[in-house]
């Protein structure tokens, strides 16, 4: 079967306050036509106020912190008690406890952090969509100084989208189907 | 001094500015870059020698068989701490300064550990035989000791290596994609893999920034632990002026405090040879040097306590020792030590000193010279007069052990200097949001300046009428 073609529409501002009255007016234009598949934020900087105009982000990170600290405490006691009990056989530990706690709590530590750590990371890579490939219309300005805003659009009706783009004083606008 | 400083840099003279860092330093930097790989070559030279010949040549053959190798070891961990440690903490606080700072001073904490890794293996001497201390089983059966300090030690560092390199890594993938969008050649190359595709989307920063957060959040308890198992390796004997319980928090406190100063070392050094005076300000200056003047409080007060807890304990054998370390052989260290790391940091009181960058550049290497004082009146005093009188000797350390000792300091600063060639010293993005926040807030400030004189005029002509 072939793959449905997408449409992009990427256009660059020198401002953050005329991106966001873009995404206002696209939403707009949404409501009426509904042509817009997804709109996207390139910034150079983050703006956490960007929630309030692209909606909130699914990102639950700390779900897998959580519990990827749990495990490496889980494993790291594991590793030690077991090291333990195998030393017991072969070496006679006299009076001492074959289970030492305190000393054990050191390492379970050690491990709760690292794995919270890796775990975290994994999350990252998820969530943020990484690692992926440069998109073809992606502007060396967004890394400056400048606001990209990606129009996913029906091809079809992609000059209401652009003449909005211009309208909010886009300095460039990127066509690209793929 | 103004709070809104910096407001005016634009943001592509901030790419500019960090990119050209990477192109063409002054050149002192490869003087000292040169300086710095002929002493990493005479410490390999010392090392292959110690290596043949037997670790007698550093004069571990007599019954003081810890010197200045675990003083070492235990200095470059303690100069590890600050950069992720109060790189994090300043990220939890919202404390902005730390932008223009906190990458160079990560990469601190980066090349410390790598060089204080080092001396263990240095120190072991059959070098062949550092694989033991992974925890896996021997083929008798037999596993690591787990209850030793000195385990706990390796799980500790590795932990702590590879959480501040991802920590140092994920904070720099925003400035990987702007020097990939700016280079040509292997550099290209080089960043296009290391940003992983970073483009800057809404949803990219998003993650980032919790991601971050939360990294920091496990950074801060982690780096705190490290030094305090390290403090766990003479704590837990039961040698006099080592079995202290105090040993923890002031070994933590005394990496933050040699960490800061470091901090201050590279500041001076890196605002002079890539041009950074636009970012490395006074103002930080002084905030970092304030910083740094509080934590020696806190390490003074620490040392002062242990001094006195000795003391009034009355326990003939730790009092014995102290008084040893103090009138003995080794007196100069302690006497030198206390100059260096417990008057000295009283200039930072005064701020023409904070706001001088070459006075504190000098004064940051006297409290560094202080600190690794401190290590090394730990370490070997003790040894000199401890429970044994057989073992009871004055060791110096001889060439060998000196000349590795400054190799350490070359490999350090190799390593260091590299980086800032290769990556960005200064955070681009960091220092934009910086800029941005302080331009909103000004901007604010003006505002309300603004209503403020309405207001007066208003009723001022209320007045009149």
């Known amino acids: 079967m072939r793959r449905r073609q997408k449409h992009f529409l990427f256009g660059v501002f020198d401002d953050f306050e005329k991106a966001r009255d873009v995404v206002s007016e696209l939403k707009v234009l949404d409501l009426k036509e509904k042509v817009i598949d997804n709109i996207e934020l390139y910034s150079p900087i983050e703006h956490p106020e960007v929630e309030e105009i692209l909606g909130t982000f699914h990102q639950p990170i700390q779900r897998f912190t959580f519990f990827g600290a749990i495990t490496g405490a889980v494993c790291a006691f594991l590793l030690v008690a077991a090291a333990a009990q195998s030393m017991f056989t072969v070496q006679p530990q006299g009076g001492k406890p074959v289970i030492p706690l305190p000393m054990d709590i050191v390492i379970t530590y050690e491990g709760t952090i690292m794995f919270g750590v890796y775990s975290t990371i994994v999350a990252f890579l998820i969530y943020s969509g990484l690692p992926r490939r440069l998109k073809k219309y992606y502007s060396q300005k967004v890394s400056e100084d400048q606001i990209g805003i990606e129009v996913q659009i029906d091809p079809t009706k992609s000059d209401k989208a652009r003449a909005v783009l211009e309208k909010c004083g886009a300095v460039e606008i990127r066509e690209v189907t793929q | 001094m103004s709070d809104y400083s910096m407001k005016d840099i634009e943001w592509a003279k901030i790419n500019r500015d960090v990119l050209a860092s990477l192109e063409s330093p002054r050149k002192e930097f490869w003087i000292v870059l040169s300086v710095c790989i002929f002493l990493v070559l005479c410490g390999a030279a010392a090392e292959v020698y110690q290596y043949n010949e037997g670790l007698g040549t550093a004069l571990m053959n007599k019954p003081h068989f810890w010197q200045l190798y675990i003083s070492n070891f235990v200095f470059w961990i303690g100069m590890s701490h600050s950069g992720t440690l109060l790189s994090a903490i300043l990220l939890l606080t919202h404390a902005d300064w730390r932008k223009p700072i906190y990458r160079f001073a990560e990469a601190m904490t980066l090349f410390s550990i790598l060089t204080a890794a080092i001396f263990p293996v240095i120190h072991l001497g059959r070098v062949w035989d550092m694989y033991w201390v992974l925890p896996y089983p021997n083929e008798r059966g037999i596993w690591p000791n787990f209850r ?131 970012y490395m300000t006074t103002e930080i200056m002084d905030k970092t040097a304030k910083l740094t003047f509080a934590i020696a409080m806190v390490w003074n007060y620490l040392n002062l306590s242990e001094y006195a807890s000795i003391w009034y304990s009355n326990d003939m054998f730790e009092k014995e020792v102290l008084l040893e370390k103090f009138f003995g052989p080794y007196h100069w260290v302690v006497w030198g030590m206390l100059l260096c790391a417990l008057v000295a940091p009283f200039a930072m009181a005064f701020e023409k000193v904070r706001h001088n960058m070459w006075a504190m550049f000098w004064l940051s290497l006297v409290l560094q010279l202080g600190m690794w004082l401190e290590r090394f009146q730990i370490v070997s005093p003790p040894l000199a007069s401890n429970h044994e009188p057989w073992t009871w000797a004055v060791v110096w350390p001889g060439l060998i052990q000196l000349t590795i000792t400054v190799a350490s300091f070359g490999w350090f600063t190799m390593l260091f200097l590299i980086f800032c060639k290769v990556f960005p010293s200064v955070s681009m993005y960091e220092v934009k949001e910086m800029v941005f926040h302080r331009r909103k807030a000004s901007s604010r400030t003006d505002m309300e300046d603004l209503d403020k004189v309405k207001d007066d005029m208003i009723k001022a002509e209320e007045g009149l009428s």
Do not use: Q
Not at chain 2, 151 to 180: H, K, Q
């Open chain 2, 148 to 278: 030793s300090p000195l385990l706990w030690d390796a799980a500790a560092i590795t932990t702590y290596a590879t959480s501040s390199i991802l920590f140092l890594y994920v904070g720099m993938i925003p400035d990987l994609a702007i020097c990939r969008d700016n280079a040509k050649g292997w550099r290209k190359k080089l960043y296009t893999a290391l940003s992983i595709g970073w483009m800057g989307r809404a949803s990219e920063w998003m993650a980032f920034r919790k991601t971050y957060v939360l990294l920091a959040c496990f950074l801060v308890p982690l780096a705190v632990s490290v030094h305090s198992i390290v403090a766990s390796d003479f704590a837990m004997s039961i040698m006099p002026d080592w079995h202290i319980t105090s040993f923890p928090p002031y070994f933590v406190a005394g990496a933050l405090y040699s960490g800061c100063a470091a901090i201050i070392t590279l500041f001076v050094l890196l605002r002079y040879v890539f041009k950074f005076e636009d």
